[in-house]
């Protein structure tokens, strides 16, 4: 029987973990809940699964983690205020179900120098597939990871064509259902970059071995390119619960949280090229995660102003990634973090960049 704390727990992440665990009673229990604002979701929750301990808001979170006796801390909190509690799991020698992306990439060396060796466990589909993959061979025999990216609702268009979109289109994923920022970001492809600095950080492998490729179908959920040219793949149904499933549990698998494919039925998988003219937001965060550091806490911290700013109308789509790089361009760590990081660094960077952005934003 494993415990498990379910960080953000009325989110969509957090609500299929515990489908996942409805499901599994003897081999789950779930011992903590947190929640952003959704109070009432929140409690219905805890009255559900017989959970005690509840946490309201980030900090609360973090020191429910360091109170709570769990097995698995499953961090399905949106944003960079996700790095108190990842931190707080790492630190209490938890297993990590990682599906709060930010706190890794914000906190970088902060994140990865405490944690212990399969410590953290990735929940994003395209870690998960990798992780998978990767226990086909010996980490030195990796030449190269491949993120699939579905391209999202703008996949084939032109920069030019993208000029007027507006926030249903860019709300419109062909995949996955998600929460407003996430959405947002896989239309703009920052989530992939954001993705490529989680990968360099989980499986310590070079940017420059690091490619997206566009597969519309998401069914091949990422690869693993062998030094003896084969390519694992990971492939399965769109259904988080499967990635979720395997955070709470790894390296063991859950019966029955997914449907296979269906092999009798004809199919086609395509893969195309990344345009990145049109979503430059991958070569940026390849720039900004090289450089490390305070850097991709200014380019999460953009990102958020930005995609608040597109939904209010006053910036455009495209705005979005020209705000981001005008912002990461302008930043000096120097002047914001004295060349440390610590959580207080960070912290001071994000809010340069929230400020930068808003009056770059206040400025269009």
Do not use: C
Not at 152 to 157: D, S, Y
Not at 190 to 206: R, T
């Amino acid at each position: 029987m494993r415990r498990v704390i379910v960080l953000g727990s009325t989110g969509s992440i957090g609500t299929q973990a515990l489908e996942v665990i409805r499901a599994n009673p003897r081999r789950f229990e779930v011992v903590g809940l947190s929640a952003a604002t959704n109070v009432a979701a929140m409690q219905a929750q805890a009255e559900q699964f017989q959970v005690e301990f509840t946490a309201l808001g980030a900090e609360e979170a973090e020191q429910l983690v360091r109170d709570v006796e769990a097995d698995v801390v499953l961090n399905g909190i949106t944003g960079s205020v996700g790095l108190g509690p990842t931190l707080a799991a790492l630190e209490t020698g938890r297993t990590l179900a990682l599906a709060n992306k930010e706190s890794l990439i914000v906190g970088g060396d902060l994140v990865t120098a405490i944690a212990q060796p399969g410590q953290i466990v990735p929940v994003d589909s395209e870690h998960s597939a990798i992780a998978q993959a990767l226990r086909s061979g010996d980490r030195a025999e990796v030449r190269r990871l491949v993120l699939t990216a579905s391209g999202g609702p703008f996949r084939g268009r032109s920069r030019a064509s993208l000029e007027h979109v507006t926030p249903a289109e860019a709300l419109a994923h062909p995949t996955w259902d998600m929460g407003r920022v996430v959405t947002t970001n896989s239309a703009t492809l920052v989530n992939k970059g954001l993705e490529v600095i989680e990968a360099h950080l989980l499986f310590d492998v070079a940017y420059h071995h690091i490619d997206v490729v566009v597969h519309p179908q998401s069914i091949v959920h990422s690869m693993v390119e062998f030094v003896d040219g084969s390519t694992i793949a990971q492939a399965s149904p769109p259904d988080m619960r499967l990635p979720i499933s395997l955070g709470l549990d790894w390296p063991n698998r859950v019966g029955g949280v997914g449907h296979p494919l269906d092999w009798t039925v004809a199919a086609s998988w395509t893969f195309e090229p990344l345009d990145e003219d049109a979503f430059p937001a991958v070569r940026l965060a390849k720039k900004v995660g090289r450089a490390g550091g305070t850097y991709p806490a200014v380019f999460n911290a953009a990102n958020e102003q930005a995609v608040d700013a597109f939904h209010e109308g006053r910036l455009s789509f495209l705005g979005i990634v020209e705000l981001i790089e005008r912002v990461v361009d302008a930043h000096d760590p120097d002047a914001t973090s004295g060349g440390t990081i610590t959580r207080e660094s960070l912290a001071e960077a994000e809010r340069w960049a929230r400020d930068a952005a808003d009056r770059a934003i206040a400025a269009v």
